[in-house]
């Protein structure tokens, strides 16, 4: 074995390193998908964080809730929520911060859950 | 991360994640599986279609190939004036390259840019690489669309463990790939070793 990487070591050095290379890449990836599924795995870890990129609708889809309450919550019409905006540019628009509107959206979805689905325990 | 790049996809949707696959085709550093997914997402609560957002991935997807592809024809022929031993990797390409561009496209995405440069660079016939890039080019749009579709307000988690799983058989395949060559030089080694006592 030894003699085997001696002599791929003088004779491939460059194929001898890549491999080396790839296989600390390859572990290591596999190390990040195994950390990442079973943080994943979590149920507690599965409600995202509001981030300014997200529309309302996405927060939505996101929280399982209708989006009239999303809307709602931010001050936006329910029945015509504006298309294609994310939440950083209506924190903008309203002049609100975006910890403001997080809060306002937490806020609705905790109390429709609990209209929605009954107390949970 | 890369929260303002998002941002941008319900404002800009199809002509940036059109943008977005070509670049990731030409090794270009876009995140075009993240943005994929979240144009899914975004379909799914109702501010993209469906189907022209995939059309448009895969619109420019393809268009990325084939540039690509081109590109490694014109090095080629650099490369060889330059007097570069590209011979046995060629024969290699030609015979197992429609494989690799196929699995290039959705299993180990990394590699896709790169595949593309050296199947051109190889001379790949052209036939023997549109096909199998149509299909997977695909199968990766299909895949990626699809779950931020169906995983959708999820999908930075989902891109995270993608990321990590195509990372991950990207690695694999190379490991592979150069531990296949470093058994085939050792065994060449040995031969010529026995040959000359």
């Known amino acids: 074995m030894i003699t ?51 529309s309302p609708g996405y927060v939505a889809r996101s929280y399982r809730v209708p989006l009239e309450i999303i809307a709602a919550s931010i001050g936006i019409d329910p029945a015509a929520p504006p298309p294609r905006r994310t939440l950083a540019a209506i924190s903008v628009l309203q002049n609100k911060s975006l910890d403001t509107l997080r809060s306002d959206i937490l806020e609705a979805v905790i109390s429709a859950r609990t209209t929605l689905e009954g107390p949970t325990r | ?78 490369l060889q004036r330059k007097g570069g031993r590209l011979s046995q990797a060629q024969e290699l390409v030609r015979r197992r390259g429609a494989l690799g561009v196929f699995l290039s496209r959705w299993l180990i995405s990394p590699l896709g840019p790169y595949v593309n440069f050296a199947a051109g660079a190889a001379g790949l016939a052209w036939p023997k690489f549109v096909l199998p890039a149509f299909m997977g080019e695909l199968l990766w749009v299909g895949l990626y669309v699809g779950l931020g579709y169906g995983f959708s307000g999820q999908v930075i988690e989902i891109a995270r463990l993608l990321g990590n799983a195509s990372g991950f058989l990207a ?27």
């Open chain 2, 1 to 78: 991360m890369s929260d303002w790049l998002l941002a941008l996809i319900p404002q800009y949707g199809l002509i940036l994640i059109f943008v977005a696959t070509l670049a990731s085709c030409l090794a270009l550093p876009i995140p075009a599986s993240l943005i994929m997914l979240s144009a899914g997402g975004f379909a799914a609560s109702g501010e993209m279609e469906l189907t022209q957002t995939a059309f448009a991935a895969f619109a420019g997807a393809i268009i990325g190939d084939i540039s690509g592809f081109a590109i490694g024809r014109r090095g080629a022929k650099w």
């Open chain 2, 171 to 197: 690695a694999l395949a190379l490991t592979i790939g150069l531990g296949f060559w470093l058994r085939h030089t050792a065994h060449a080694g040995a031969r010529n070793l026995q040959k000359t006592p």
């Open chain 1, 4 to 54: 085997l990487i001696k002599h791929l070591w003088h004779t491939q050095r460059f194929a001898l390193v890549a491999f080396l290379l790839a296989l600390s890449v390859s572990g290591f990836f596999a190390a990040r998908f195994v950390t990442s599924s079973i943080y994943w795995a979590d149920p507690a870890h599965r409600n995202v964080q509001i981030e300014g990129w997200m």
